[in-house]
């Protein structure tokens, strides 16, 4: 098709402004589908997705569109909305010339849809606001246009209001992306961006593409510049939304490459295909590696299922590149993984997926970041793992990884989100009225401090209406500490957790008593005790089980009945020097799951 009549577009959008729900309108509109193949969430592939409502997964479309007597091919693209996947919107936002800015009409302008509206005027996407969700009781449109003029720059005139759910107001967005859209560019000899890729049993890996230069044809033989492996193309095609076969992909289109390599990890997202014949000079514009940013132990529950998690971690990753493992072994759980996600909700998704489509229960230990780990040789190492956190005899400094981020917030919740702020070790650098009842804060936090509760308690103080889109922002040098929990003298890794010094105190005092109430009572008194190093600073004592010698006597002298207690004693003082503590694996469950 002649590239002026080809309209590349995505959906940006905060979570839950009903990009998937709008992409779904469209498709009926522009006939893609038929009434018989029509359902809720169509390009939402995963039951995880259908279930929360999410979208975890880019769904490329390609739709035939008549627009004032003259057909149009649009290429569309659903994107994620968390924060986690920012790294994917970046990617298809590199393969579009438009994007559909999705707000809700009742919530307004939130932190993602910030963060995604600066991602597309970074790249210089042309930026059609849509109003969505009209139809509720408790839209306020003429707020909504107010926040986009302040804080996007966005005029109010291109605004097209929409309803998802009602169909209201879809044609005009797809007039509008025909007028306000241009035209695909072709700026490179013989070039196409990888965006995303997946894996199949059958036909290995398969590569979403959008083509900028040459054209693509089955049997041609192709080049990955980054990784310089050469290849030939087997199959290619287009989503129409189902995978269909084409013998050519031209300058404009997106599509599909099967080439026959076996591993998602050969391929690099962001990285350009090119004809070996006739290479382009220079690779397209954006490639970076996809790092991940937080690291947890998985083991199986039960230790004989080791195989069969080495098997599912190894084919999730055929189809997630930005899934890393290692194995490891603790003392206390057994072998498992060390994996890298890219954050704690793409870890949440990868451990149910486990569950779902392995059959497998797995616990996860206490997650955590990379630190750089500076000796006092001058040499510097990144740790990850608290187990191989060094001596603090040999230890220089440490710094941790900072975020910036930025959270949309009633007004009214202003304090007690400074007050969250601050207990999570915090700065707040600025603070920007987005009209008479909402707030954007500015603000630098530790990475590892919003692993666990920020966003639950964030929601919980704003009653929901609170988001937060962040940023990595380098390192800073940080007070941190080894905390190691001994039970019984003896140290129980699984436990063990990399924390800043004003915390330790508290969070190894809340262990201690977690683990006293939990554990078992022996024959004997266990000391449960939090350490630094060498330096205890919580402890609490597991009461032993004793037995009432002295039952058998009914009256008669008091040194009798002391007699046995002493003999009680004694062998309890030996039976502590040579007993060793088995903690429980539901021990582990309930601690670590909590």
Do not use: W
């Amino acid at each position: 098709m002649d590239p002026r009549r080809i309209r590349n577009f995505c959906i940006i959008a905060h979570i839950d402004h009903g990009k998937t729900t709008l992409s779904d309108r469209i498709l009926e509109a522009a006939g893609a589908i038929s009434q018989r193949e029509r359902q809720d969430q169509l390009l939402d592939s995963m039951d995880l997705e259908r279930e929360r409502g999410i979208t975890i997964k880019s769904h490329p479309v390609t739709m035939s569109y008549e627009c004032g007597g003259e057909k149009y091919m649009l290429n569309l693209m659903d994107t994620p909305g968390h924060v986690d996947f920012s790294y994917e919107v970046s990617r298809c936002l590199a393969a579009c010339e438009g994007a559909l800015l999705l707000i809700d009409a009742s919530q307004g302008i939130e932190a993602q849809t910030v963060a995604n509206a600066i991602l597309a005027m970074d790249q210089g996407l042309r930026i059609i606001p849509v109003i969505n969700k009209i139809d509720l009781p408790n839209a306020d449109v003429g707020r909504v246009l107010g926040q986009m003029e302040d804080v996007l720059a966005l005029p109010r005139e291109e605004a097209v209001l929409a309803s998802a759910k009602t169909g209201q107001g879809i044609g005009d967005i797809l007039n509008a992306v025909v007028r306000l859209v241009p035209p695909p560019t072709t700026g490179c000899s013989s070039g196409s961006l990888i965006f995303d890729s997946v894996y199949d049993a059958y036909r290995g890996v398969i590569c979403y593409v959008r083509v900028f230069g040459g054209t693509l044809r089955v049997g041609s033989a192709v080049t990955m510049m980054r990784t310089a492996m050469k290849t030939q193309i087997k199959e290619l095609g287009r989503f129409t939304p189902a995978m269909t076969s084409e013998e050519t992909l031209s300058p404009g289109q997106v599509g599909y490459v099967v080439t026959g390599i076996r591993s998602v990890a050969e391929i690099k997202i962001g990285d350009t295909v090119t004809d070996s014949n006739n290479p382009a000079s220079e690779p397209l514009l954006g490639y970076r590696e996809v790092r991940p940013m937080v690291f947890s132990g998985l083991y199986p529950l039960d230790t004989s299922d080791f195989e069969k998690l080495k098997a599912a971690i190894g084919r999730l990753q055929l189809n997630d590149s930005a899934l890393s493992y290692s194995p490891e072994s603790s003392l206390a759980l057994g072998f498992g993984f060390r994996c890298g996600f890219l954050g704690l909700l793409h870890m949440e998704i990868v451990q149910e997926r486990i569950r779902r489509e392995y059959g497998l229960d797995v616990i996860s230990t206490y997650p955590s970041v990379i630190y750089r780990i500076h000796l006092s040789d001058g040499s510097t190492k990144e740790v990850d793992n608290p187990q191989f956190f060094p001596d603090p005899s040999s230890l220089d400094y440490v710094e941790e990884p900072m975020i910036q981020a930025t959270l949309h917030i009633p007004l009214e919740a202003m304090g007690e989100v400074l007050n969250l702020i601050n207990e999570k070790r915090g700065i707040c650098k600025g603070t920007e009225n987005l009209g008479d009842t909402r707030l954007m804060l500015t603000c630098q936090l530790p990475l590892n401090e919003i692993l666990i509760d920020f966003n639950d308690r964030l929601k919980s103080i704003t009653r929901g209406y609170g988001s937060m889109d962040y940023e990595l922002d380098g390192y800073v040098r940080s007070d941190l500490v080894k905390l190691d929990l001994l039970v019984n003298g003896d140290p129980v890794d699984a436990f063990s957790s990399i924390i800043h010094r004003s915390k330790a105190v508290g969070h190894g005092r809340h262990l201690c008593e977690k683990l006293r109430d939990i554990l078992p009572r022996q024959l004997f008194k266990i000391a449960i005790q939090a350490a630094i190093g060498g330096n205890i600073v919580a402890r609490e004592t597991l009461g032993a089980m004793r037995k009432d010698v002295t039952a058998k006597c009914y009256g008669g002298d008091i040194t009798r009945k002391r007699k046995l207690l002493d003999k009680q004693k004694e062998g309890k003082k030996r039976m502590k020097l040579i007993g060793k503590v088995s903690i429980p694996q539901d021990a582990f469950i309930k601690i670590l799951k909590n």
